[in-house]
């Protein structure tokens, strides 16, 4: 009996992998606009937002290209794959998208604020020198400034908004992975190379390109040029009677090396 069931079981397994196998999966491609689509295996199509691809054929669009293209790996042991990025794509759309809807919001509400200050400084009278109505042009002023403000960070948000929303339509957030891990690369860097440059003697720092210029000259500033020997006075002091002699001024250092 056990014998049977184990029987059983393997033959099903047998089954479901040589019927995996003959399962074609879903493709990623480019239609004739640059944009990536997502082919089924019945041959519908759609965008990575969902919409049907009106009038696609599989048989006119093999010739376009299953996507191979390159992933910039994150740190570590981390494998990022395109489905992964599709989902963080949509996730940075979503919260783009409430970002967009705060950041209107906020700009409502500064307008109307705005608007209820300036009614009623309106209908204050004219105090120049009242602390009351000083405060009260001082808010006026505060609340434009505001209102300002909110308007930028409300198109700012719209249009980054409309960014990510681009991006999962069209397919483009491969793209803009690679580069931001790029950037994030180079600046990460940057940041090391600054780190051991704190480390290193200050000579070692400069990019000098001739050295040898400078290499057979006397350092300066242990061996001073001799001072001059102008004066500003010479002879008997007015008050005293006695014999004064005082130096001319002159400047301590003149001296650029020309690597510098």
Not at 100 to 129: G, K, M, Q, V, Y
């Amino acid at each position: 009996m056990r014998s049977s069931r184990l029987l059983t079981f393997f033959a099903l397994c047998c089954g479901l992998s040589l019927v995996s196998q003959h399962l074609p999966a879903q493709v990623i491609r480019e239609n004739a606009q640059g944009e990536k689509i997502i082919v089924y295996p019945d041959g519908h199509a759609e965008y990575f937002n969902g919409e049907l691809v009106e009038g696609y054929s599989e048989e006119a669009n093999a010739s376009y290209p299953v996507f191979t293209g390159y992933i910039e790996p994150l740190d570590g042991t981390i494998a990022v794959n395109q489905e992964d990025l599709f989902k963080i794509a949509v996730r940075r759309s979503q919260l783009a998208e409430e970002a967009s809807d705060i950041a209107r919001t906020r700009a409502a509400e500064a307008e109307h604020n705005l608007a209820r200050l300036e009614s009623t400084f309106r209908s204050t009278p004219a105090a120049p020198d009242e602390p009351k109505y000083q405060a009260l042009q001082q808010q006026v002023e505060a609340a434009r400034r505001a209102v300002a403000q909110t308007r930028i960070e409300a198109r700012e948000a719209t249009q980054l908004a409309g960014e990510a929303l681009t991006l999962t339509e069209k397919g483009g957030f491969v793209e803009r992975f690679n580069e931001n891990r790029r950037l994030t690369r180079t600046e990460a860097e940057q940041r090391n190379t600054a780190l051991l440059a704190a480390d290193l003697p200050y000579n070692s720092l400069i990019p000098f390109t001739d050295n040898y210029l400078a290499s057979g000259r006397r350092d300066l500033l242990r061996q001073p040029p001799p001072p001059g020997c102008d004066f500003a006075y010479e002879g008997a002091d007015n008050n005293t009677g006695q014999y004064r002699r005082d130096n001319e001024s002159e400047l301590l250092f003149t001296f650029t090396d020309e690597r510098l």
